[in-house]
């Protein structure tokens, strides 16, 4: 009995064996058939390539001819860029506008262009391109989270990471903002720097809300001061004391230091009002600091510069683009070629 019960488990894992050697050897057959399907591929891509070699060089050389001398008839283009700094949440208006700005030039909408950068016709029509961008880095993010993050309560502060913050960080939200113009006169963006600056200037909204800040930074920084002289005036009488307790004649002989509860109790308490002095300085110096920053509506922290730099990057030069543009389309083109071909090859097989 033992003997048919151990042959037929012989049986059984031979035939396990059997299936796992089936199956590997059909997984082996699979990638094989894989490597070999993208080898006939390749080869059939490089067979390709190389009948039709001498029609891609021809587009290729009609394409660098045709470039070349679209290149050399073309005005050449100058490209200039400005950093600004703009406040009180003026930053979607000086997008908007921008984007105005652009959507003008694109349109050929000259003179409505040069009334808003108040520039000739002719000036406004040298423009091609105006766009703004935001200009920022890891550091400026980083100093941005710091300041949101310390103007929410504590049960927010603590469920908000860094990283969910970056994910949700608007572009818009960034301190500088660089303003870039490509102009076919080189002198043009220059002259609608101040137009540009303006139009958000002279907006009732950014000016009340400019007025608003600088009465509150007035106030604080008065009351700001006005503690300090306090703080000084009593931190003076502190040491009056401090004198007045050192001096208490011990005996008529003369006098000693006195080391008495109350000389302590004034050494903590003007030490106290030592840091206290120290606090109101620096929100002194932060306010100071936040009177120069928000002198204006828009702080230009880099000018246009008076004459911009020739757009010179070889690979958008039409010399570049055409050829790569020509060979491509000659590729396509042939590929269709192909495809008809084998549709027709195929409806005859099947009639």
Not at 152 to 179: C, G, M, P, Q, W
Request: glycine share 4%.
């Amino acid at each position: 009995m033992s003997n048919k019960e151990n042959t037929s488990e012989e049986i059984d894992l031979g035939q396990l064996f059997r299936l796992i050697g089936d199956a590997f050897n059909k997984l082996f057959r699979l990638i094989g058939n894989i490597f070999k399907g993208v080898f006939h591929l390749t080869i059939q891509f490089l067979q390709f390539l190389r009948i039709n070699f001498l029609k891609f060089v021809i587009a290729g050389a009609v394409g660098v001819a045709i470039g070349w001398y679209w290149d050399s008839v073309s005005e050449p283009v100058y490209r200039s860029s400005m950093i600004v700094e703009p406040n009180f949440n003026s930053t979607q208006q000086l997008y908007n506008n921008i984007e105005f700005y652009n959507e003008l030039a694109k349109e050929e909408a000259y003179q409505t262009l040069a009334s808003s950068l108040k520039i000739s016709d002719k000036e406004a029509e040298t423009i091609t391109e105006i766009e703004i961008e935001s200009f920022t880095d890891d550091n400026q993010k980083l100093k941005h989270f710091s300041d949101f993050v310390s103007a929410l309560d504590s049960v927010s502060r603590a469920n908000l990471s860094y990283e969910t913050y970056l994910v949700n960080f608007n572009n818009i939200n960034a301190r500088f903002h660089k303003i870039e113009l490509k102009s076919k006169n080189s002198k043009v963006a220059k002259k609608c720097q101040k137009a540009i600056v303006r139009s958000i200037e002279n907006n009732d909204y950014f000016n009340i809300q400019k007025k608003t800040h600088e009465l509150n930074l007035k106030i604080s920084d008065s009351v700001a001061r006005k503690q300090l002289v306090e703080v000084d005036s009593l931190r003076l009488f502190y040491q009056k004391l401090k004198l007045l307790e050192i001096k208490k004649p011990e005996n008529s002989g003369g006098t000693s230091i006195n080391l008495s509860s109350e000389n302590q109790n004034l050494d903590r308490s003007e030490i106290a009002l030592l840091n206290e002095a120290k606090t109101l300085n620096t929100e002194i110096i932060k306010l100071n600091q936040e009177k120069a920053d928000s002198e204006n509506i828009i702080n230009v922290i880099s000018n246009f510069p008076d004459k911009g730099a020739l757009v010179n990057d070889f690979f958008l030069k039409k010399k570049v683009l055409l050829p790569i543009g020509l060979v491509f389309l000659t590729f396509l083109f042939l590929i269709l070629l192909l495809v008809n071909k084998y549709l027709k090859n195929y409806n005859s097989g099947n009639d």
